[in-house]
């Protein structure tokens, strides 16, 4: 468990142990749904995650990956995925490779923000609170809370994390909870009570219970 421990940041065996005991619901799903196997992203820094992020919201993954590959291209002659490299190359450049006036000025913005150092370094963000961390990444053009808890919980292996506003979070809390009405956000944070420290790793098992394997 050491090699996991260190992969996620935290012990996957002590968060089913502690979310087992802690709501006997959510123990019935980890028992349906399997082994935790939560798989990280490999991006090497916080500017490569959120270019990708921007690039593929709202978009199918189909068309955003072909305009995020055209993009990396423009990017790789001067340096790869860097906010230099993103100065390098012109508007009419990535409005060519297929980004829209408003994703092109939230990459503009995200470039800004990393030079001025808003938007640490991936070392320097694995010192720094989820809290803070959510403070200074949405202070980026069209970077919202969902993106960052995305990040924190798939790049940063943050174990704590409830993305409320997930919309299969909510779908998934709903059914396991067998509640009528869709739950509010404070409910969902009032229930997640319990399972902290380990939030990531039940939204997780959430998640995983839309999919045909782990449904009911």
Not at 154 to 180: E, N, S, W
Request: aromatic share 6%; net charge positive.
């Amino acid at each position: 468990m050491k090699a996991m421990k260190h992969k996620y940041g935290y012990d996957p065996a002590e968060a089913l142990a502690h979310l087992s005991a802690s709501d006997p619901a959510l123990q019935e799903l980890i028992a349906r749904v399997g082994p935790f196997a939560l798989e990280m992203h490999g991006a090497k820094s916080l500017l490569e995650s959120m270019l990708r992020s921007i690039i593929y919201q709202q978009l199918h993954a189909k068309a955003a990956g072909a305009i995020h590959g055209r993009v990396l291209a423009l990017l790789e002659p001067n340096g790869g995925v860097t906010a230099e490299a993103i100065d390098c190359v012109s508007d009419t450049a990535l409005r060519q490779a297929g980004l829209s006036a408003n994703k092109l000025l939230a990459i503009r913005d995200l470039a800004a923000k990393c030079r001025e150092g808003t938007v640490p370094s991936l070392a320097e963000a694995k010192k720094l609170g989820d809290a803070e961390l959510v403070e200074r990444l949405t202070a980026v053009r069209g970077i919202g809370p969902w993106t960052v808890h995305m990040l924190l919980i798939f790049q940063l292996g943050r174990p704590d994390v409830l993305p409320t506003g997930d919309f299969a979070i909510r779908l998934a809390f709903k059914k396991l909870y067998r509640k009528r009405k869709d739950p509010s956000t404070a409910q969902i944070v009032k229930h997640a009570r319990k399972w902290q420290p380990y939030r990531s790793v039940a939204s997780w098992y959430l998640w995983r219970s839309l999919s045909p394997a782990g449904g009911t």
